[in-house]
């Protein structure tokens, strides 16, 4: 069973930045595309960034385009959101999300969720 474990987030104002981390359990994260999502209170989950198994392509929201940057370390089996010019709108639960395969970027679907992170923008 793959496990994802999330840590990071919190609250900060408005402007502010916040890092987001994302450790897998498997051995074979190398091979694994990752992605986060958020969901906002009464909204559906939404997707914010991708990254592909080596890292070399990368996939962002529209709304987060040029804010948020989302990076990987396969040496330590983790895959990280950068977030900068923080939001009231970017507060929501963040989810990173994996999937064990390297020839569709970005997937269609996701099989393994972390437990959620809860960002919070003051204004």
């Known amino acids: 069973q793959v496990r994802l474990v999330q840590s990071g987030g919190g609250s900060v104002q408005t402007g502010g930045s916040l890092r987001l981390a994302c450790t897998c359990s498997?051995?074979?994260?190398?091979?694994?595309?990752m992605g986060w999502f958020r969901q906002a209170p009464y909204k559906e989950r939404e997707f914010v960034a991708a990254i592909s198994w080596s890292g070399r392509n990368t996939d962002y929201a529209d709304s987060v385009k040029g804010r948020f940057a989302i990076s990987r370390d396969n040496t330590k089996n983790t895959v990280y959101l950068q977030m900068n010019s923080l939001k009231p709108e970017d507060t929501a639960v963040y989810y990173c999300?994996?999937?064990?395969?390297?020839?569709?970027?970005?997937?269609?679907?996701?099989?393994?969720w972390g437990q959620g992170t809860q960002v919070t923008v003051s204004s």
């Open positions: 999300a994996a999937v064990d395969q390297r020839y569709h970027f970005p997937p269609g679907e996701y099989d393994y």
């Open positions: 498997s051995r074979t994260f190398s091979t694994y595309t």
